[in-house]
């Protein structure tokens, strides 16, 4: 995970298309700048940043069960609960699945889990959208990346 770049996604443990489900891992880095205000000397991850996570996720999701045909973009986070902090070095477990798709939309339900107790969760709604242009490229070096994709 590196906060500053919002690379929330460490690896993809599991893409299960038959549920329309993912999960990811991620560990909180022990020193990011982002600590550095939220808050000094009690570094929390901010929930927007596990939002993002839960986000990034459930694109993930969509994009690996749309063969990366089109791109989710985030329109609407809704239902979102918090339970406890994040701090650093924390492993996060991340879940997504894909509740409805079509007419160009999307809605998955996610969460975060620390050692099996939920830390968040939240239901998400993506626009689906072709590609802009040289985005796909990036997109899929950094499914790569994180084992979503493992074409050479």
Known sequence: MRLEY???IDRVVVLDRDARRIEAQSTV????PVF?????GHPLVPGVLL???MAQASGYLILGLMDFTHM??????????FRTFVGPGTVL?????????GSGYAVTKAKIAVEGKPICDAELRFRIMPFPAD??????AQARRIGLLTEA
């Open 6 to 8: 919002f690379e929330m």
């Open 29 to 32: 880095p022990m020193e990011s």
């Open 36 to 40: 550095e205000g939220h808050f000094p």
């Open 51 to 53: 939002t993002e996570t």
């Open 72 to 81: 989710p973009f985030l329109m609407a986070v809704d239902k979102a609960r």
């Open 93 to 101: 477990s991340i879940t997504a699945t894909l509740e409805h798709e």
């Open 135 to 140: 985005l796909d490229g990036q997109m899929r």
